[in-house]
């Protein structure tokens, strides 16, 4: 993986809330162990012509990781491009590819398609109720009645930001990581 302390931190939160009662991956059903993502939500758009408007994932968490990938028939030189707004980014992402960027924090949508064009997406990120909910020592915020357990839920919500934020990589360390592989 290319954000292996991102899928470590994932997966510690998993097992908190595994130990809470809360199975993330029976969603898939049986065999899921094998599924081997750590991500605690995914969305398959079957379209046949998704589009998304511009937007930010408001309710992910803010330093989750979000993979986004398109599948279809459409040309991307022509149609339904990746757009960032902030980073004033378009991509022409080909049917399979996959980019990695964080929805929550970045405005981003994609052009329209062509007509008779064919385009799904599959996407994956982590849930902010969740990362709060563990933060809130498996409760709701509206619980957090005492100013201890309200201390207790911004420590811990800032050990989770300041754990997020570390386990991503900057680009020189994701390019010393490939040219380390590549040298492997």
């Known amino acids: 993986t290319w954000f292996p302390e991102v ?4 997966e510690s939160l998993a097992k908190e809330l595994e130990a809470d009662g809360v199975d993330l991956q029976s969603v898939f059903g049986p065999g899921a162990a094998s599924f081997n993502l750590p ?5 398959l758009n079957l379209g046949p012509a998704v589009c998304c408007l511009l937007h930010h994932d408001a309710q992910n968490w803010p330093q ?3 993979p986004a990938m398109a599948v279809g028939k459409f040309d ?3 149609s339904g491009q990746f757009i960032m707004e902030e980073p004033k980014v378009v991509l022409e992402l080909k049917s399979g590819d996959i980019i990695l ?9 994609n052009a329209p398609l062509a007509d008779g064009e064919v385009r799904m997406s599959w996407t994956c990120w982590m849930v902010g109720g969740l990362v709060r909910w563990l933060a809130a020592g498996c409760a709701l915020l509206s619980s957090l009645t005492t100013r201890v357990k309200q201390e207790r ?3 811990r919500s800032e050990e989770f930001a300041h754990k997020g934020w570390a ?13 380390s592989r590549r040298q492997a």
């Open 7 to 10: 899928a470590a931190f994932y």
């Open 39 to 43: 991500f605690a939500a995914h969305t």
């Open 64 to 66: 989750g990781i979000c």
């Open 76 to 78: 991307h030189t022509r």
């Open 101 to 109: 960027f964080l929805s929550s924090l970045i405005t981003h949508g």
């Open 153 to 155: 839920y911004a420590a």
């Open 167 to 179: 386990s991503l990589l900057t680009l020189s360390e994701l390019k010393e990581r490939l040219a």
